[in-house]
């Protein structure tokens, strides 16, 4: 895909942070390292707002997890996790980002969704088509959904450079094509802690 992307462009983020945590746990054993997602999305233009969307729960160690994405520029956007009488969990943040998304559009140029769910396709259509928005989707390839892909006007394939975009990542990893999988001391990791995000329950 060929697009446009300089430095007056204003990006919003929009992070769908369990869907990143389990790919990255189920596919690699690993944790998303944000920061470097976050920089390599953004790619040095203007970010108007980074909004991140997870679940609290009881224990509260998640909180660290959370300062640390607020020190890299990120909101989290936090709902409690809820259980029902049959012992049934429920956390979705589908609606709330999609709401979020659409409404920031007018302020916006190019709209990052880091997701790989393909119930986000409808929402990549509207901001293209309504929103005259530019969508763009990062997220782990092999874990991303192809009608998503296709919709989004530029995909970034985290599974490209695994060592830069995972903390703990122990595997041989595919080689970076176009991007360095080298990051400068200032680069901030940010990594969610072990049991601070649950599955969807569909």
């Known amino acids: 895909m060929s697009i446009i992307k300089h430095s007056e462009q204003r990006v919003g983020v929009f992070i769908d942070t369990q869907n990143l945590y389990h790919s990255a746990k189920n596919i690699y054993h690993a944790r998303v390292n944000f920061g470097n997602v976050l920089k390599d999305a953004v790619a040095g233009r203007r970010l108007v707002r980074a909004l991140a969307y997870a679940v609290t729960t009881e224990s509260g160690e998640e909180k660290g997890f959370f300062d640390a994405l607020a020190k890299v520029g990120v909101e989290m956007r936090l709902k409690e996790l809820q259980i029902f009488s049959g012992g049934a969990k429920k956390a979705d943040w589908d609606v709330g980002l999609a709401v979020d998304a659409i409404t920031a559009s007018p302020r916006l140029d190019t709209v990052i969704l880091l997701t790989g769910d393909g119930d986000f396709v409808p929402l990549v259509r509207y901001l293209q088509n309504h929103g005259g928005c530019q969508v763009e989707v990062v997220s782990f390839g092999r874990s991303s959904s192809l009608k998503l892909k296709e919709a989004a006007d530029d995909f970034l394939d985290l599974d490209q450079d695994p060592r830069r975009y995972l903390m703990n990542y122990r595997g041989g990893g595919r080689a970076s094509r176009g ?16 049991d601070s995000i649950v599955e969807d329950d569909e």
């Open 179 to 194: 991007r360095s999988p080298s990051s400068s001391p200032r680069d901030v990791a940010v990594s969610a802690p072990k």
